[in-house]
Structure formats: C-alpha cells, structure tokens
C-alpha cells in the first residue's frame, strides 16, 4: 500500500456535511431499496464495496478520486445498514469516541494494543 498522507486537522465545520445529516441523506436516497434487498443483502453490498476500496488503496498514488470515491460508497452502506436497523451513527461515533480512545480514554491513544505488534 502507498505511504500514508498527514492526518486532518481541524477541518472547517462549514465543510463537514455531518455524520447524522449525511445518514439522513442516504436514508431519503436509498432506504425504500435497501430494506426490500434487506440486511444481508445490504451487508453483502458494504463487502463488495470494501473489496473495491482495498483494491484502490493498493495503488501507487493516494488521495485518487477512485480511493475518495470507494471511501464515500463504504461509509455510504454503513450508514444505510445503520439506518436498516434503527441505528443513528453520530449517537453511536459520541458514545464511543467523544472521549478519545475507548481503552485509554486519551487522544492520541497511549494503548499498547493496537501497536501493530499482534497484527
């Protein structure tokens, strides 16, 4: 996989669609489709799409439009399964990581775990 690119900092809020605005829009597009094909089928669509995605991260150039593009459809079915089950994300993303890490309740993390070394 190509080098990894500097971590965002603190993006304009005027850029930021929002994660339950942006749950909201692909509730309204895709939610009639999605629960007739029904959570295994949806399930099935995120896999597919996160197959698509590793495929683009494994170019030799990162930040293509194909890698954006794969990123926004995986988010996009995660939210739509999301929505499937009743599910609002920015609920679950506040109670899980407002605090930082969930372990160490710090940002950056300190846990050891995720040092790579068990991988």
Same mark, same amino acid.
């Given at each position: 996989?190509? #080098? ?7 993006? *304009?809020?005027? %850029?930021? +669609?929002?994660?339950r605005e942006f749950q909201q829009i $692909? ?24 197959g698509e995605l590793a495929r683009a991260?494994?170019?030799? #150039? ?7 593009? *794969?990123?926004? %459809?995986? +988010? ?7 929505? $499937? ?35």
């Amino acid at each position: 996989m190509t #080098t990894e690119a500097e971590p965002l900092k603190n993006p *304009e809020p005027t %850029d930021d +669609l929002g994660l339950r605005e942006f749950q909201q829009i $692909i509730e309204a597009t895709y939610f009639e489709k999605d629960s007739a094909r029904g959570l295994e089928g949806s399930f099935m669509w995120l896999v597919e799409e996160v197959g698509e995605l590793a495929r683009a991260l494994n170019s030799p #150039t990162s930040n293509t439009t194909e890698e954006r593009q *794969e990123f926004a %459809d995986v +988010l996009a079915w995660i939210a739509s399964i999301a929505s $499937i089950r009743g599910i609002d994300l920015a609920d679950c993303v506040r109670e899980k990581y407002s605090k930082g890490c969930p372990r160490c309740q710090k940002s950056p993390c300190i846990c050891t775990h995720r040092s790579g070394e068990e991988l």
